[in-house]
C-alpha cells in the first residue's frame, strides 16, 4: 500500500512540474510576443522602421515594453556598428592605389566616425546612469550627443559624393556609412519617443 501511495505522489508531482512548465513557458512566449509587437510599434515612428524593427527584434526579451530599455538598445546597436564600421575605415583607408582625394575623404572620415562612436559612448553612458541630474537635463545632453553623431556620419558620408571617387570604395563607404547613419536616426527618434513619456 506504500509503494501505491508514493507511485501516487511521484505521479502528481510529475503533472504538477509538467502543467508548470508548459504554464510558464506560454507566459515567456506570451511576454515575448508582447515585446516584440511593442518593438514593431514604436519602430513605425522612425524613419527607418523595417531597419529598426530588423535591429531590435532579436533584443526583445531585453527590452519588454520599456521605452527607456528600447532607446538604450538602439543606441547599443547604433555604436556597435559605428565602431564595426570605424574599424572597417581604418583598414580600408590603407588601401593602395587610392586618389589623393580619395584618401583625404577616407582620413576626414575616419575622424568622423571616431568622433561619432565617442558621442553615441557618451550617449549610451548617461542613458545608464542612476538617477541624479533632472530627466530633462539627461535627455538634453543624450539628444545633443546623438545628433552630433548624426551630423559626424553626413559628413563623412557627403565626402563621398559625386563622380571623382572610386566607385567600389565609394559604395562599400557609402553603404556603411549610410547604415550607420540611419540606425543613429533612429535611435534619436526612439530617444525622442522616451523624452515624451510621462
Not at 506560454?26 to 510576443?33: E, K, M, R, T, V
Not at 549610451?124 to 542612476?130: A, D
Not at 550627443?145 to 559628413?155: G, H, I, P
Request: aromatic share 6%; charged share 15%.
Amino acid at each position: 500500500m506504500e509503494g501505491y501511495s508514493s507511485n501516487h505522489f511521484l505521479l502528481a508531482f510529475y503533472l504538477l512540474l509538467a502543467l508548470t512548465t508548459y504554464i510558464n513557458s506560454s507566459s515567456a512566449a506570451a511576454a515575448a510576443a508582447a515585446s516584440t509587437e511593442f518593438i514593431k510599434t514604436s519602430c513605425s515612428a522612425t524613419t527607418y522602421p523595417t531597419l529598426c524593427f530588423n535591429s531590435l527584434s532579436s533584443r526583445a526579451s531585453a527590452i519588454q515594453n520599456s521605452p527607456k530599455l528600447l532607446a538604450h538598445e538602439a543606441l547599443s546597436v547604433a555604436l556597435d556598428t559605428a565602431r564595426s564600421t570605424s574599424t572597417m575605415m581604418l583598414r580600408l583607408s590603407h588601401t593602395r592605389g587610392m586618389k589623393p582625394r580619395e584618401k583625404g575623404a577616407m582620413k576626414d572620415c575616419v575622424e568622423e566616425l571616431s568622433d561619432s562612436v565617442d558621442e553615441l559612448m557618451n550617449s549610451l553612458g548617461e542613458m545608464s546612469q542612476p538617477k541624479g541630474k533632472s530627466f530633462e537635463f539627461m535627455i538634453s545632453d543624450i539628444q545633443t550627443w546623438v545628433s552630433a553623431a548624426l551630423t559626424d556620419e553626413d559628413t563623412c558620408s557627403e565626402g563621398f559624393a559625386g563622380n571623382a571617387m572610386n566607385g567600389k570604395i565609394k559604395n562599400i563607404v557609402r553603404g556603411r556609412i549610410v547604415n550607420v547613419a540611419h540606425l543613429t536616426s533612429n535611435a534619436l527618434a526612439l530617444i525622442n519617443n522616451y523624452a515624451g513619456t510621462p
